[in-house]
């Protein structure tokens, strides 16, 4: 069965960094586009960046454009987010998802298929 496991999440002041990492199995993996999505409390899930399955393509959301950077290891069916310079109103939880190749890469959040359980992200002012 597919399962998505996303890590990396903490506590960080504003201008501080951190690492997501996910890792997905029970897929072929270098066959998905994998997304970053994220939802903070009494707000809509929003995207936030993806990394189709060869990252000859890669989105971001205007909010995190300039300041996060995506990436995956297809060898370690993994995928990363690096946050830098994180801000207050990036606070939420981030969850990672899976977008099969036949789609091609998409942002809208309907058209991930495997999602993980997601991670807390807190940046303190």
């Known amino acids: 069965q597919v399962q998505v496991v996303e890590s990396g999440g903490g506590l960080v002041q504003a201008g501080g960094s951190l690492r997501l990492s996910c890792t997905a199995s029970?897929?072929?993996?270098?066959?998905?586009?994998m997304g970053w999505f994220r939802q903070a409390p009494g707000k809509e899930r929003e995207f936030v960046s993806l990394?189709?399955?060869?990252?000859?393509?890669?989105t971001y959301a205007d909010s995190v454009k300039g300041r996060f950077t995506i990436s995956r290891d297809n060898l370690k069916n993994t995928v990363y987010l690096q946050m830098n310079s994180l801000k207050p109103e990036d606070t939420a939880v981030y969850y990672c998802?899976?977008?099969?190749?036949?789609?091609?890469?998409?942002?809208?959040?309907?058209?991930?298929?495997?999602w993980g359980q997601g991670t807390q992200v807190t940046v303190s002012s």
């Open positions: 990394i189709s399955w060869s990252s000859s393509t890669i």
């Open positions: 029970g897929l072929t993996f270098s066959s998905y586009t």
């Open positions: 998802a899976a977008q099969p190749r036949r789609i091609g890469p998409n942002i809208l959040a309907s058209l991930y298929d495997a």
